[in-house]
């Protein structure tokens, strides 16, 4: 299974290592409920909230350490020997929405990728009193608060910051402070504002003065 270098691995993941070429290697390995693998010779490596990217390159280094002369760098330069590290079976993960959805409760996806985005739309979306602004994700002891306008008027690309993990809880407060903007501006709409927020920042929200506005 083809998976995002930034996936965090955790206990009920399936990791397969394949090399080929000059040299064979079929691993398939089961991550426990330590937060571990057991590599050939009995070497314990723990996985547990590395992202697939730290896994696969510590892989390949504890098994350089048991097959030297076959995972050479300049072998797999080469091509001579190919190293791939993937993901058989793999976890799901369940999260709570609570606060100002149509829909809140707990929901459980059987992907082991689930953007909050996704997550929104099972709940049948945020309601004409939520927030888009002041979203909180819960995660164990740490919280972080997301602003979906960064997604929908700026369009942020970062879609990890929109990744939940297994147990999160996210809470859609009310929102606060909302004005209407229209006329010659590209998206007039009401918009949700924050604290501090200008009304240069409105209109860049807004997609900026159209064409015929006057600008004197």
């Known amino acids: 299974l083809p998976i995002a270098p930034f996936y965090e691995l955790g206990t009920g993941d399936e990791v397969l290592i394949t090399a080929w070429g ?3 290697l079929s691993l398939r390995l089961l991550v426990n409920d330590q937060g571990y693998v057991v590599l050939p010779g009995d070497d314990r490596v723990y996985v547990e909230g590395l992202t697939f990217a730290q ?3 510590l892989f390949l280094e504890k098994l350089r350490a048991t097959y030297a002369q ?7 330069a ?7 590290v993937s993901l058989g079976k793999v976890r799901g993960i369940q999260v709570m929405m ?11 996806f059987s992907r082991p990728l689930v953007l909050l985005t996704d997550v929104l739309a099972q709940a049948g979306g945020i309601t004409g009193h939520g927030s888009l602004r002041a979203l909180r994700i819960q995660r164990g002891k740490q919280s972080f608060d997301i602003d979906l306008y960064d ?3 700026a369009g942020q690309t970062d879609v990890s910051r929109y990744l939940l993990h297994a147990g999160d809880v996210v809470n859609v ?16 709409a009401i918009f949700e504002l924050k604290t ?7 209109i860049e929200m807004a997609g900026g003065l159209a064409a015929e506005a006057a600008r004197t």
């Open 173 to 188: 407060p009310y929102r606060a402070r909302v004005v209407s903007l229209s006329g010659q501006v590209k998206r007039p």
């Open 55 to 57: 896994a696969k390159g």
């Open 151 to 153: 997604l929908l008027t």
């Open 98 to 108: 609570v606060g100002q959805v149509v829909k809140p409760g707990g929901y459980s």
């Open 70 to 76: 076959a995972l050479t760098p300049e072998k797999l």
């Open 22 to 24: 000059s040299f064979d």
């Open 196 to 202: 501090g927020e200008t009304l240069a920042g409105l």
């Open 78 to 84: 080469s091509g001579d020997v190919s190293f791939e």
